[in-house]
C-alpha cells in the first residue's frame, strides 16, 4: 500500500543500496562555475544517465553552446495508458551542480567526501544543495517505479549551472521549450519551515550579479610619497558601496523600487505563520534581524521587499604585516534580490547610473560580470495545486503547511513556469542547519527520508 509510510520502509529495507548511489552522486566535484570541473560534471551527467534508465526513462545529455558547456540531463518517462485516463503531465527540475567548498580549512570532513556522523546527518558538499534535495525525490520515484504504482508522465530536467545564473540552460530553452508543456513544474531546492513544518513557496525573488570595479592610478602608489594627494580606490569603493543604502537601511538608488508589487495582508499574515521570532534568529545566526530597512517587518524584508547585498570588497594588501601603499583597483561584488513586477534590466540601469553619479572624484568606475538575471515572482494562495500539496503534506505532518515565500532565488524557475505553462508547486525540506554554502553542509537522514515520502505522496495524488 503506498500511504505515507511507504518510502521510510523502503529506506530502511534499501538503506545501504540508497546510500551508496548518494554517496556516489554527492562525490563528484561538480562545481559548475569553475571550467576546471568541467569534466566532473559531464561524469555526473552520466550518472544520473545511468540512474534514470532503469527507471523507464528516456534519457538526452544536451550540451549548451556556453562556456563551460555544463550538460543537461532532459528525460521523460511516459505514463502508462488507461482508457478513458488523461494523466497529468509533471516537468521536476533540480540541479546537480555545487557551490564551491572554499574555506577549505574550516570544513571538519573532507567536502567531496560524504561522512555520516552520528547526529544522524550526511556532511559534504552538495549533501543539500541540490544532490541531497532532488535525489531523495528521485528515490521516492524509484521506490514507486519498481511497487509497480500508476505515475502521471514525468519530465526531468537536471542542469549544472545553478550556482552560476544557469547561462547553459537559459540558452537552451529556445529548443527545449516545444517538449517542456507540463501540468505541474515540480521543483525540490527549498527550505521547511524554521520547526520542521512542511513548507509550500508561494512566491520567489529573483537575482541578478555584477562587480563593481573602481580604477585609481596606473600602479600601486607609495602611501607616504603620494598620502593626500592620490585618489584612494579602497576608501573610495566603501564611499561607493555606501552610498547604495541610506541611513535608514532603505535603497537609495533612484527608480531602483520601481513598480514593486507590495504584498497582501493575506501574504503578510500566511508569511508570518511560517517565520520565526527575532530571539530565534538571532541565536541560529548568531546576529539580530536589523539588516535592510528598518521600519519594515523582518518577513517583509525577507519575503517581500528587494535587496541590494555587497557579497565582498576587495582592493590592496590583505596578507600578514603591512604593506604601506595606495591601491590602483578596487572591486566590490555586489547581488541584488527582486520581487514581482521589477524589470531586471531597468533595475541595473538604475545601479548603474547611480554608481557613475557617485563615483569618487579623480577615478573611473565600471561594471562588469553583468548576469541580468531574471524578475521575481508570487503565486495566489488559491492555486489548486496548493491545495492538492496541502492535503498531501498533512499525511506527512498533522499540523500541515505553512506558506513561505523565499528571499532567496531559483532563476531559472520563473521562465521554467512561463515556458512549460505549468503550475508551480516549490516543497523543499532544507533547514538551517544544513549550511549550504558554507562549509559543513549536511542533509539527515531523516529529511532525505521525508523528502522521499513526499515524492511518493504527491506523485501519486497527481497520477488519479
Keep these: 500500500m503506498i500511504d505515507a509510510t511507504f518510502a521510510k520502509s523502503y529506506f530502511e ?11 556516489e552522486l554527492v562525490r563528484i566535484p561538480t562545481v559548475g562555475a569553475q571550467p576546471i570541473h568541467l569534466g566532473d560534471c559531464a561524469r555526473a551527467a552520466a550518472w544520473l544517465k545511468q540512474f534514470l534508465k532503469p527507471l523507464g526513462f528516456e ?47 574550516l570544513w571538519e570532513t573532507p567536502p567531496f567526501e560524504p561522512t555520516l556522523k552520528e547526529d544522524g546527518r550526511v556532511y559534504a558538499r552538495g549533501a543539500q544543495d541540490d544532490k541531497g534535495q532532488f535525489f531523495s525525490f528521485l528515490c521516492g520515484l524509484k521506490a514507486l517505479v519498481e511497487s509497480g504504482a500508476e505515475l502521471p508522465n514525468f519530465k526531468l530536467l537536471l542542469e549544472g549551472e545553478e550556482e552560476n545564473g544557469s547561462m547553459g540552460l537559459f540558452s537552451l530553452l529556445p529548443e527545449l521549450t516545444p517538449r517542456l508543456h507540463a501540468d505541474v513544474l515540480l521543483v525540490c531546492d527549498t527550505a521547511a519551515a524554521p520547526n520542521g513544518q512542511p513548507a509550500i513557496v508561494a512566491g520567489l525573488r529573483g537575482v541578478q550579479h555584477y562587480t563593481i570595479e573602481l580604477k585609481g592610478a596606473d600602479y600601486d602608489l607609495h602611501s607616504g610619497a603620494h598620502g593626500g594627494i592620490a585618489p584612494n580606490p579602497a576608501q573610495g569603493i566603501a564611499e561607493l558601496v555606501a552610498s547604495l543604502h541610506n541611513p535608514d537601511g532603505s535603497i537609495a538608488v533612484e527608480g531602483f523600487n520601481d513598480c514593486v508589487c507590495p504584498p497582501t495582508e493575506r501574504e503578510i499574515e500566511e508569511a508570518k505563520r511560517g517565520e520565526i521570532t527575532d530571539e530565534e534568529y538571532e541565536k541560529t545566526t548568531g546576529v539580530p534581524p536589523v539588516g535592510g530597512e528598518r521600519a519594515l517587518l523582518p518577513v517583509d524584508r525577507k519575503c517581500f521587499r528587494a535587496t541590494i547585498e555587497v557579497n565582498g570588497i576587495h582592493s590592496g594588501y590583505g596578507g600578514e604585516g603591512s604593506k604601506t601603499i595606495i591601491p590602483s583597483r578596487a572591486f566590490a561584488k555586489i547581488s541584488a534580490r527582486l520581487v514581482p513586477d521589477q524589470s531586471p534590466q531597468h533595475v541595473f540601469d538604475a545601479v548603474k547610473a547611480h554608481v557613475e553619479k557617485h563615483c569618487p572624484a579623480g577615478m573611473t568606475v565600471e561594471i562588469t560580470e553583468v548576469h541580468l538575471g531574471a524578475s521575481g515572482f508570487r503565486l495566489p494562495l488559491d492555486s489548486p495545486i496548493f491545495w492538492i500539496a496541502k492535503e498531501e503534506l498533512e499525511k506527512l505532518d498533522s499540523k500541515g503547511p505553512v506558506f513561505i515565500w523565499e528571499g532567496a532565488s531559483i532563476p531559472i524557475v520563473s521562465e521554467l513556469r512561463h515556458r512549460s505553462g505549468g503550475a508551480p508547486l ?39
Design 59 to 105: 534519457v538526452e545529455l544536451i550540451t549548451p553552446s556556453t562556456e563551460p558547456p555544463v550538460p543537461v540531463v532532459f528525460a521523460e518517462r511516459k505514463a502508462k495508458p488507461r482508457p478513458g485516463h488523461s494523466p497529468k503531465t509533471v516537468l521536476f527540475y533540480g540541479h546537480y551542480d555545487v557551490q564551491p567548498p572554499d574555506p577549505l580549512e
Design 426 to 464: 516549490l516543497v523543499g525540506f532544507g533547514s538551517e542547519k544544513d549550511k549550504i554554502h558554507s562549509p559543513n553542509e549536511s542533509f539527515s537522514l531523516d529529511q532525505f527520508v521525508r523528502s522521499m515520502t513526499w515524492a511518493t505522496l504527491i506523485l501519486q495524488a497527481l497520477a488519479e
Design 13 to 23: 529495507k534499501n538503506r545501504d543500496a540508497v546510500l551508496k548511489s548518494y554517496y
